[in-house]
């Protein structure tokens, strides 16, 4: 039976969703990452990976559920507060949300124009831009050309899809 929902209750659900997703991503890939690519990462370089992956979750959200835009409006919102949360002044507190967000779209516009619709699950190129900018700040390195990274990262977008399709497939957004 299909439980009815507003768009509000929704985005709180996607929001527990990403962070699950997120965290399991960040737990296997950041070890894996690492001997790759021969370094140890620094606090700054593993709060820059996991930051990328919520964006990365939040794009295959975004993707999935393409035309339910106040859901997505909701679940961007709690993505944004999350950043003003992190100011310790009222300037942090309004410029970290808009320069997250303006960040956010980058890599929404990004990601879009990387995703090919006639590849089915060969989504290398997306992959590939994905790994650049979770591990080298956006900028090409053959060391991402790696079938360990780029698999883990393919499977995940893959198997986010269809786990995001089938939860949002047990509700109905209403305006209750």
Same mark, same amino acid.
């Not at 209750?9 to 690492?34: D, H, I, N, R, T």
């Not at 992956?53 to 295959?60: T, V």
């Given at each position: 039976?299909?439980? +009815?929902?507003? #768009? ?6 996607? *929001?527990? !969703?990403?962070? +699950? ?19 140890? !990462?620094?606090? #700054?370089?593993?709060?820059?990976? #996991? ?25 961007? +919102?709690?993505?944004? *507060?999350?950043? *003003?949360?992190? #100011? ?78 089938? !939860?949002?497939?047990? !509700? ?5």
């Amino acid at each position: 039976m299909v439980k +009815k929902v507003t #768009a509000e209750e929704m985005a709180k659900g996607l *929001s527990m !969703f990403c962070k +699950k997703f997120s965290k399991g991503l960040y737990e296997e890939f950041a070890p894996k990452a690492q001997v790759v690519l021969n370094t140890k !990462f620094d606090d #700054a370089r593993l709060v820059t990976l #996991a930051r990328e992956i919520w964006m990365i979750n939040l794009w295959i959200i975004a993707k999935v559920l393409g035309p339910d835009h106040k859901t997505l409006d909701e679940l961007h +919102k709690i993505y944004l *507060s999350s950043h *003003s949360n992190m #100011a310790n002044t009222e300037y942090g507190k309004s410029s970290f949300p808009r320069e997250a967000e303006k960040i956010l779209h980058e890599r929404y516009k990004k990601y879009y124009a990387a995703w090919d619709d006639k590849s089915g699950g060969n989504q290398s190129v997306l992959v590939i831009t994905m790994l650049e900018y979770m591990l080298n700040k956006g900028q090409p390195d053959e060391r991402l050309m790696n079938a360990m990274l780029t698999f883990e990262i393919t499977t995940h977008v893959l198997g986010m899809m269809r786990a995001v399709i089938e !939860f949002r497939d047990e !509700f109905e957004v209403t305006n209750l």
